[in-house]
């Protein structure tokens, strides 16, 4: 019995990582897994970065990078059947954010 030990032990380990291999896989095609940032959801020309994100169900964020103006654009798009609606929720001037960091506030 002795003899078989060994072998089982590595049965047992390579059982382990298929069963979790699989299971992963099938968390994965269930879509369980959060959606990493994908490059392909970043523009940028030369001054200007735009970025989209997921923020909530039905609802995603447009982040625009103005480096002239030196400021953050965040719009909120709500998608509802056919139509969208695009809102500016915010626009932080990134040069006081800066300012504000150095001195210490």
């Not at 940032?37 to 970043?42: F, G, K, P």
């Not at 709500?78 to 210490?104: C, I, M, T, Y």
């Amino acid at each position: 019995m002795t003899q078989h030990t060994p072998k089982a032990r590595y049965f047992l380990a390579a059982s382990a990582f298929v069963l979790a291999g699989l299971l992963l896989m099938a968390i994965h095609l269930r879509g369980g897994f959060d959606r990493s940032a994908d490059a392909s959801l970043v523009v940028t020309s030369d001054t200007i970065t735009l970025m989209t994100a997921k923020t909530r169900p039905k609802e995603e964020a447009v982040f625009v990078l103005d480096s002239v103006n030196e400021a953050l654009l965040i719009y909120t798009l709500s998608l509802r059947g056919n139509q969208g609606r695009l809102e500016l929720a915010d626009r932080v001037n990134l040069a006081d954010v800066f300012r504000a960091r150095r001195s210490g506030n």
